[in-house]
């Protein structure tokens, strides 16, 4: 038995044969990609630092946006599989190379058709879950931010900061950091001074020219004046 026979018959396997079967079962128990469990509250999650209806909304977007070019790219694979199938089907099958050949470029081109059908088959799925995530909160965000991201970024990026400082009263996790938080200095150190993170006023200190013990001390005067009698 030459290379090829063995090939045939090892590929001529029934377990082999049902495996390209289970396509059938995309989207109830075969998923390449993310489950719309998952998109849901895996990708728009605090996992992700997706604290606020704001931050799932946008992020559900973003991700629309990019599946969106993930399938169209490859529906320009596809168009091109088509057009390798269309030529493989005129190829000349006289002698015996050229009637593999012929097999070999139909195979191909019939393969890559399917893997590029089940890939958008998955995309579309993340891309439907996103979509209803985008329309469930639009009308509460749009509601709260009528002028879009930009007016809701503080509110989104005070959510993460409370968000880690949460986190960090978990003695089995290691402290959180602050400085990648984008924060205006007066409102980091605010918040720095409620949690007890002194890391987050040096902004303020180091821009006003202040020491760490002035700083404190303005914010514990600003306390106390505003603290019910």
Known sequence: MDFL???ERLTN???IKLAGELRDLLNTELVLTQTRYVCRYGTLSD???KITDAQRYYQAIRELYNIRGSIMSNKALALEAQADLL???EMPNTTEAEKLRKKAAILKADE???RLLVTIEDLTRM???YNKVRLELMPIVRAKYPNGIEEAEPDNWEAVYNYRMIREKNPRLAAERVDNVPLPPDKKAELGFKSQRIDALAPKIIREGLSLKACIEDFSREK???SPE
């Open 5 to 7: 026979e063995k090939i």
């Open 13 to 15: 396997n029934e377990d």
């Open 47 to 49: 996992g992700h630092e």
């Open 87 to 89: 030529d493989a089907r």
């Open 112 to 114: 890559e058709l399917l």
């Open 127 to 129: 891309l439907d879950e």
């Open 224 to 226: 106390a004046l505003t």
